[in-house]
Nanobody, 126 residues
Framework: QVQLVESGGGLVQAGGSLRLSCAAS????????MAWFRQAPGKEREFVAT????????YYTDSVKGRCTISRDNAKNTVYLQMNSLKHEDKAVYYC???????????????????WGQGTQVTVAS
């Protein structure tokens, strides 16, 4: 099991940027695929981005491609989500998640992740 703590959320104007961080502790961070999900009020939790543990390859949901970048620093046990050109529809609680599994697979469903952070709120003002 790994413990995850997100930070970096806040209020930003549309078109602005935020960088979310997720610090991990517990089992070795390098053994986990990491991902960001988000959940808006009244909606289901949805996949945003993931980065593999094996080769740091990344995969994004279509709505954030070109605007968001997921990265990880194994020496700091931290995964990041850089979000640019933020839109009103990006407003949500953002969750960090971790899973093990096959080295070369992209996991995009919430049910495939075993460990979750508490979330950080992102609000985009029009």
């Amino acid at each position: 099991q790994v413990q995850l703590v997100e930070s970096g959320g806040g209020l930003v104007q549309a078109g602005g940027s935020l960088r979310l961080s997720c610090a991990a502790s517990g089992r070795p961070f390098s053994t986990y695929h990491m991902a960001w999900f988000r959940q808006a009020p009244g909606k289901e939790r949805e996949f945003v981005a993931t980065i593999r543990r094996s080769d740091f390859s990344t995969y994004y949901t279509d709505s954030v491609k070109g605007r968001c970048t997921i990265s990880r620093d194994n020496a700091k046990n931290t995964v990041y989500l850089q979000m640019n050109s933020l839109k009103h529809e990006d407003k949500a609680v953002y969750y960090c998640a971790a899973t093990e599994g096959h080295r070369y697979y992209f996991y995009t469903s919430p049910g495939e992740y075993s460990d979750w952070g508490q979330g950080t709120q992102v609000t985009v003002a029009s």
